[in-house]
Each structure stands twice: as C-alpha cells, then as structure tokens.
C-alpha cells in the first residue's frame, strides 16, 4: 500500500475524515490522492463549500493530491458514481483504493459484488420488479439468492458504496487492491454525533445544517482547526452556499421549460417530465418539489439527481461513460510529478483538457455549467467562469 486513493464529496470536511487520512498514514500510505465531487455531489444537490475551500481543508489535513470528479458523474448513481472514481484513481496510478463501511470486511464486500456482476441476477432483479418491489429491495433479494448475506450488506450506506466500489474494481480489472476502513463515532447522515481516539464526529449532513442553521462557530467541535478557519474565511466571503437560493434558482430554471425539454434529460423516462414539470409548477420550495415528486417507484435519491439533471440539463444521451481527463484541483507540491505517469490527460487546466479530445470537451462544458449553477445559488452570487478561472490549490 504505496499510493492509496479516496472517492470522497468533502460536504464539508470533518473530523471523521481527518482520522481517516491519520489511520491510512499509520497502516503506511506513503502518497494519499482524493477524487473529490465538485460543483454537484452525490445526493443530486451543490456542495456547501466551493471546490477551493473544500480541497484547502483535505490537503491541510493530509492529503496530497486532490482531483475533480467532474459533475456528471458526481450527480448520479452509486454504480455510477463508484466507476468514475475508480477510474480517476486508476489512470492516476493508485494501487488501493480506501473506503468507510459498515462492515470492514473485504471478502464479504468483495463477494457481494460478484454477486451484482453474476449474469444470473437480472433475471432475479426481474422477477422483484414484476412482484412490484422498488429496484433496490428487488436487487438486494436477488443478490441475497446468490450470495448468503449480501442483502444485510445493502442494508446500509456506506456499505451499498463500498460493494459498488468493489464492483468497479473487478468490472474494469483496474489493479487496485480494496481497503474497507471501519466508520467511525457518528451514523451516516444521522443526527447522533460520538467519538473516537479523542475527537468529537458528527456526519457531514448535521454538520451541512448545523452551518446553516447556525454558521460555521456552531460546528467548530466536528471540524479540524485548519479546515474551521477555511470554512469561517467562506462564511465572511460569502462562499457559504444559500439553502432559499438553491430552492429559488432550481423551481426558477424548471419552471422555464416544458416536458418535451424535459424529455431529454438523462434519466427521464415513464412520464417522468410530465410529473416534475408539474410538480415545478405549484412547489414552493425544494423539500416540497421532492414531496411531490415521490413515487413507491423511484427512490427520493434517484429524484434529488433527477432534478439537478434537469437543471444543469444533462442530456440522456452523448456523455462518455467515464471522465476523460484528470483536472487537478490542488496538491502538495511534491506530488505534482505523479501526473507524468496518468494513463490519461492530466492538467491543473480545465480548458487545456478540454481541448484534448471532443468527448472532454462536452464533459468540461456540462462540468462548468455546474460550477455557475452554484456560484449563483451562493450567499453572495460569484462571478461565472470559476471551473476554468479558479487557480490551483498548492501547498
């Protein structure tokens, strides 16, 4: 384990992320890269931070080379979501990739996703779905028939995300070895906070609405000091992302277009356009354009992403599978000749890889679009241009 990579959002950067880098530093990781969700995360929202602040604080607290995962593929599904990053970090030369789960065992993960890539579940998945069961409860009992115990596995969060990242790993034979790391101190997105080795954790969704509830000071017990005075120099600035502002700007461009416009983003489908245009229409916030959007059918994640698709229209159709290129967003200065060796273009340059080839070049356009969509939706509106303008982080 020489040159470990993490798949992280940083939404913000915490304490339980700090130990992470300390515990991979002490199992011997001699160089540590993040592929870090920029300008969209996971959840099909924007981050609470700007990229900057956001890289500042992971290389602050250990990290040595941060680089983006572009918003198409920050915004989308776990599967998706897992195989760009392993990707990244492949081309980048990683040889293990670390990841928190609830269950820190390899094997079991590694044997769960076998169990997803087995070319007999889709005809179980099938049979689930005829039954009327949502997609995940349909896949996890049919990877159950397949692997004794795999459906305890899907039961929980950070577990779903370390199968997928396993999964990644033997689907494209990227020669990674899995590192399941064991979460610590605070439940995924839970309200509960805890501790370890002597430091308070909360997860980055009560510290996320800590902040906004309360400002920044209110969370300084769950941030590192370094990161603390990042986040507090954003909050100043302006950078700190406006929750009413988000709402506004996302029912604002929905409600410019019609359902055939709608029909063309990624992911639509079954009349969907049909039920979010009007859903935009009488909402009168995001929490109650998610209510009215919900189905039995579709999970509220799948929805969340949906939306901010249709947003930042991406298209259902002409987007690589993987992100072409490697846009580093910030590094120790020492690791900056890794990129020599990426399998695939590398650069602090956004519109120098963009320039590299015509599928980075719709990659790098969708990811910009993106990065104004949440400088606007900041408590100070930033200028557009920032995913090409905004200067490496290096330290």
Known sequence: ????????????????HALQLQMLRRRGAGTIAVCMSTGAVQRGSIPVFPEPVRVRAALD???????????????????????????????????????????P????????????????????????????????AARSRAAEALCPG???LLEQPNNILAVEYCK????????IDPLPLPRLGADHDGSRTGRAEGVALASATLVRQTVWRSGVSAAAPWIPVDALEQYRLAEGTGQLTDPQKLSTAVLARLRGKSPSQLANIRGMGEGLEYR??????????????YERLKTKRYPTARLRRLVLDAVLEIPSGGLPSLPPYLHVLGARRGAMGLLKNAAIPASTSLAGLARSSGQAAIVAELHSRAVDFSSLCCAKTQPVGLAYTAPVVLL
């Open 105 to 136: 065992d390899t094997a079991a993960l590694t044997a769960a996703a076998r169990a997803l890539l087995d070319p007999a579940l889709p005809a179980g998945l099938r049979v689930g779905m005829e039954e009327g069961l949502p997609f995940a």
């Open 61 to 103: 607290a250990g990290a040595d080379l941060v680089v983006a995962l572009p918003v198409p593929y920050a915004n989308a599904s776990a599967e998706q979501f897992a195989a760009a990053g392993v990707h990244l970090l492949a081309a980048l030369g990683c040889d293990t990739l670390a990841f928190g789960a609830e269950t």
């Open 168 to 175: 990644a790993i033997l689907k494209s034979g990227a020669s």
């Open 150 to 152: 795999a459906a305890a």
């Open 276 to 289: 979010l245009a009007a859903a935009a229409g009488s909402a009168g916030d995001l929490p109650d354009l």
């Open 1 to 16: 384990m020489n040159f470990v990579g993490i798949i992280a959002e940083y939404n913000p950067f915490h304490n339980g």
